[in-house]
C-alpha cells in the first residue's frame, strides 16, 4: 500500500510539473530545492532553461550535484556572484576591434552573451578584407571611411588595435566593453561558461575600495566582508570606473617573454575580483576591458605608439598606456579600479611570431621612464573633471617625458587632440 502523501510532497510534485514556466526559485529553503532537483532530474526535465533557474538561487548543495553529476552547460550564462545586480541591456555598448575579417566563429561563441546588447565592430582602417559577421546581432560596423568622414584629418592614428578607441568615441551608452577578437568565452573551475559582460557590470555597478586594502579582496561578493580593522568610514567604497578583466590560455605577455616561454599557457583561473590600490600602478591590457564612459570617456583614448608598432598585442603600449594614465585620473577624483575577473580564452594562434618582434621593440626602454613618471604623478587640485585631468596630465607628459623621447611627444599631441574630439564628437550633448 503506498503511504499518504504529504503535503510537502504535493506541493514539489506540483512545483516539478511547473517547473519549466516558474521565474524563480530563490525564496525555497535549501533541502527543499534539493530535493525538487532531484525530482527534476528523475523526471528528465533538467533543460538548460531550467538548470540556469537552479543555479541562481546559488544552493551551495545544487552547485556541488552540478559538479558531481558533472552536468556541463557550456552556453548558459552564469552569474558570478550572487549580488543584486540592476543594470538595463540599452545601457552597454560592445565595441570590438576587428583585425581578422572573418569573425564568424568569435560572434558564434559569444553569441549568448553579446545578442541582447547593440554591439559597435571598428574594422582596422589597415585591412582591406571585408567582414564576415553572421546574422542575428544587432551590430554597427564602421570602417576606414567612416573614420575619416567623421573626424576629417586627425593627429591619432586608429590603425590596428587602435581602432577600439573609435568605438568609445561613437558609442552613446553609460558603459562600454571591449574583448579582442581572438578571444573566446573561458570556462571557470566547475566547468561552467563564464559570462564576461554580467562580470563586468557587477564590477563597474558595485563600489570599489581603493583606500584601504581588503585582504579578502572583493568585500562585496558573496562569502566575503569587510575584516576586522577595515575602517568603517571607508566601507561604503567609491565608484568604480574600470574593470580590467584577465585571459587563460595565451597570456598577455611581451615579446621576450613569449619568446622564452613559448609553450607556456595561463591555466590558472583564480575566482577574485580585487580593487587596485591607491597610488599603485597596474598595466590595463586592452583585451578584456570595460568603464564607465559617462565619466571616463575622456581618458580612454589611443596615446602613445611605439615605433614599429604592428598588429600583435605585443607590439603596442596603447593600451598600457591608456591604463595607468586613467588610473591616475582615477586616483585624482577619488574612482575605483578593479582587476579580476571575468576571464576569457585568449587564442595562441600568434604565440609563434613573438620572435619577429623580438629585435625592434622597444616597450622595455619606454616603460623604465613611464614607471616612475607614473609613480611621482600628482594631479592639482585644481583638475576636478577627467576632461581637466587629460588637458593636465597631457602638460606634464610634454613638459616631462617628451625631452627624453619623441613618442611622448606625440602622445602628448594625441591626447590633447583626444579631449577636443570627445568634446565635439564623444560627448553624450555632442
Known amino acids: 500500500m ?5 503535503l510537502l510532497s504535493l506541493t514539489l510534485d506540483a512545483a516539478l510539473l511547473r517547473i519549466a514556466r516558474l521565474q524563480d526559485l530563490s525564496r525555497i529553503p535549501d533541502h527543499l530545492l534539493v530535493d525538487l532537483f532531484h525530482r527534476t532530474i528523475s523526471a528528465g526535465k533538467l533543460t538548460e532553461k531550467v538548470l540556469k533557474l537552479f543555479l541562481a538561487t546559488d544552493c551551495e548543495e545544487i552547485v556541488l550535484l552540478v559538479q558531481l553529476l558533472n552536468i556541463k552547460q557550456p552556453l548558459v550564462p552564469v552569474l558570478p556572484t550572487s549580488m543584486s545586480l540592476i543594470f538595463q541591456d540599452s545601457e552597454v555598448d560592445i565595441v570590438i576591434a576587428a583585425l581578422q575579417p572573418n569573425l564568424t566563429s568569435f560572434f ?34 564602421y570602417t576606414k ?27 552613446r551608452k553609460k558603459y562600454v566593453i571591449s574583448i579582442d577578437d581572438n578571444c573566446l568565452p573561458a570556462k571557470d573551475t566547475a566547468g561552467m561558461t563564464v559570462d564576461a559582460v554580467t562580470q563586468h557590470m557587477i564590477n563597474l555597478k558595485t563600489p570599489a575600495t581603493p583606500f584601504f586594502f581588503n585582504t579578502l579582496y572583493d568585500p562585496y561578493r558573496k562569502g566575503a566582508d569587510f575584516v576586522r580593522g577595515y575602517p568603517f568610514s571607508l566601507r561604503e567604497g567609491v565608484e568604480c570606473m574600470l574593470s580590467s578583466g584577465l585571459w587563460l590560455h595565451n597570456a598577455d605577455y611581451d615579446p621576450m617573454t613569449h ?13 577574485a575580483v ?3 590600490p591607491l597610488g599603485a600602478m597596474m598595466p590595463v591590457s586592452g583585451i578584456n576591458v570595460a568603464f564607465n564612459r559617462e565619466v571616463l570617456g575622456p581618458v580612454m583614448f589611443p596615446g602613445l605608439r611605439i615605433r614599429k608598432e604592428g598588429k600583435h598585442r605585443w607590439d603596442t603600449l596603447e593600451d598600457i598606456w591608456n591604463g595607468l594614465c586613467a588610473k591616475v585620473v582615477c586616483d585624482s577624483l577619488g574612482y575605483g579600479v578593479k582587476t579580476g575577473l571575468p576571464y576569457v580564452m585568449r587564442s595562441d594562434a600568434e604565440a609563434g611570431k613573438a620572435l619577429e618582434s623580438l629585435k625592434d621593440w622597444e616597450g622595455v626602454k619606454v616603460m623604465d621612464n613611464v614607471l616612475p613618471f607614473f609613480q611621482s604623478l600628482k594631479l592639482s587640485r585644481t583638475a576636478v573633471t577627467v576632461d581637466d585631468c587629460v588637458k593636465e596630465l597631457a602638460s606634464i607628459v610634454r613638459e616631462k617625458l617628451a625631452p627624453k623621447n619623441p613618442i611622448f611627444a606625440k602622445a602628448a599631441d594625441a591626447m590633447e587632440e583626444w579631449t577636443k574630439l570627445w568634446k565635439s564628437h564623444g560627448a553624450q550633448n555632442a
Not at 503506498?2 to 504529504?6: D, G, V
Not at 559569444?110 to 541582447?116: A, G, L, V
Not at 616561454?261 to 583564480?270: D, E, I, L, P
Open 108 to 141: 558564434e561563441a559569444w553569441q549568448p552573451f553579446f545578442s541582447r546588447f547593440h554591439i559597435i565592430v571598428v574594422k582596422d582602417p589597415d585591412m582591406a578584407a571585408d567582414l564576415k559577421i553572421p546574422s542575428g546581432f544587432d551590430v554597427k560596423v
Open 274 to 276: 580585487m580593487t587596485v
Open 2 to 6: 503506498r503511504p499518504t502523501p504529504t
Open 259 to 271: 619568446v622564452v616561454k613559448r609553450n607556456q599557457r595561463n591555466t590558472n583561473y583564480v575566482d
Open 145 to 171: 571611411s567612416d573614420i575619416e568622414g567623421l573626424l576629417g584629418a586627425t593627429s591619432i592614428n586608429f590603425s590596428g588595435h587602435s581602432c577600439r578607441y573609435f568605438g568609445y568615441l561613437v558609442s
